[in-house]
């Protein structure tokens, strides 16, 4: 069997402590009491002892009053509960909201806007996860999508061109401007003559 330390350091320590505190509180009102009782003034002795023995009183009762409610709060929690035992219509919600939310984020990608336009009575494919609402009262995710003007704008974004461009989709210019230079110098070497005047 393993004897508890620092358990029994601790409780010593603690009750020590209590006990030098307890006196050295009692040493300020002992002192009045025994001046008072050498001046032969008994009033001072019952105002002094009445003031400490109030002061006490309230202590306790606020040390009381927090032990009540501390053992109160931890016999109100419930203990039985599980948030797998939720009801079924608050799951059935939880799921409806993670499937909204799989539906904005897949809306969110950058994507060929015409496709969605050519598709879009079409199943969605494995892989992209359908728009669903999560109540009948909001409007439907996926709306009528026009390709040349699409709702949120036209795009423009440095380094990268739109996915629903006509001539050039989906190039990254910042890899084709770090070849530039080479692609001017092979073309400038096409087009040199191949002997000097």
């Known amino acids: 069997m393993r004897i508890p330390f620092f358990r029994i350091f601790y409780s010593t320590t603690f009750t020590v ?43 306790v009762l606020l040390y009381a009053s927090r032990l009540y409610n501390n053992r109160r709060n931890l016999v109100h929690i419930p203990s039985d509960w599980s948030p797998l035992d939720a009801e079924k219509k608050v799951r059935k919600l939880v799921e409806g909201k993670l499937e909204y939310a799989a539906g904005v984020a897949y809306r969110c990608k950058p994507r ?16 992209q996860p359908a728009l669903p609402s999560p109540n ?41 401007i770090r070849e530039l230079p080479n692609l001017i110098e092979a073309k400038a070497v096409s087009l040199a003559p191949s002997t000097f005047p």
């Open 17 to 59: 402590l209590s006990i030098v505190l307890f006196v050295l509180v009692l040493i300020t009102p002992a002192n009045l009491v025994y001046e008072a009782f050498r001046r032969k003034q008994i009033y001072d002795i019952f105002i002094i002892s009445g003031v400490f023995v109030l002061t006490l009183i309230v202590a």
């Open 112 to 127: 060929d806007v015409g496709k969605d336009v050519d598709n879009k009575d079409a199943p969605p494919q494995s892989g």
């Open 136 to 176: 009948n009262t909001q409007p439907p995710l996926r709306e009528e999508v026009i390709a040349v003007v699409p709702p949120w704008g036209i795009i423009s974004h440095p380094g990268w061109s739109s996915p629903s461009s006509p001539d050039l989709p989906d190039i990254h210019f910042e890899a084709i």
